[in-house]
């Protein structure tokens, strides 16, 4: 069974340009997390998303959204960059109750560079 | 809001010594708690967790950790450390139908021949 996906690998980008980034879940799951991790402030829950729902969303400003389409996929969009979005922005899946039990299986992360 | 502290940002050992990972949680009630792994250029995969079974709870690649109330921890041990070893833990905690993990800051090992 294939893994989390997320794409793209890598991207750079400018200040003020905006981004969307996508994960692929794992065929079945229908719970999606998007974590950013960063050297300065660690790993921080940006938003779980299930059966297209947003159950919970962490302390982010609005330019960062998300969204889950019916197949499960999810996709998150960060407007107006800044130099401090600049992370590896992980996606997780598990199968249904979400994170707090189930296990949660990351992907590779996408690698966002803003200059 | 639960959260979780991760006593040292890094760890040397010897090969074939103990490894010894401590976490401690935030919380007057039993949370849910776990331990990742991150190698290099990766993301992170579950070692094992805690839901209110057993206190000692089994991970994978050797690793185990316990749950102790009275401390308020969940420290992360494995007997013998191998160079594969050499990587990021992390503990994270989270309470029924929050639907997200809270993190610690992270642990790095690294193993010495």
């Known amino acids: 069974k294939a893994g989390v996906t997320q794409t793209p690998r890598y991207l750079i980008k400018t200040r003020g340009q905006q981004v969307t980034l996508s994960c692929s879940p794992i065929s079945g799951h229908r719970s999606v997390s998007w974590y950013q991790q960063t050297p300065g402030q660690g790993l921080q829950f940006l938003f779980e998303?299930?059966?297209?729902?947003?159950?919970n969303k962490g302390n982010f400003p609005g330019r960062f959204s998300g969204r889950q389409f019916s197949n499960s996929r999810s996709e998150m969009n960060v407007s107006t960059l800044e130099l401090g979005d600049s992370a590896l922005y992980l996606c997780?899946?598990?199968?249904?109750?979400?994170?707090?039990?189930?296990?949660?299986?990351f992907g590779p992360g996408t690698r966002l560079t803003v200059l | 809001a639960q959260s979780v502290t991760q006593l040292g940002s890094h760890v040397s050992v010897s090969e074939g010594a103990l490894v010894l990972l401590r976490c401690n949680y935030s919380s007057s009630v039993p949370p849910y708690l776990f331990w990742y792994v991150q190698y290099p250029n990766q993301g992170l995969q579950l070692l094992l967790k805690?839901?209110?079974?057993?206190?000692l709870v089994k991970g994978i690649n050797g690793f185990e950790a316990e749950f102790k109330k009275s401390e308020t921890s969940f420290h992360l041990t494995k007997p013998s450390a191998h160079m594969s070893d050499a990587a990021e833990y992390f503990c994270a905690v989270s309470d029924l139908d929050d639907y997200k993990l809270s993190f610690g800051a992270g642990t790095t090992v690294t193993v010495r021949a």
């Open positions: 997780a899946s598990s199968i249904a109750s979400g994170p707090s039990t189930d296990t949660q299986y």
């Open positions: 805690y839901t209110s079974a057993a206190t």
């Open positions: 998303y299930f059966s297209e729902t947003q159950r």
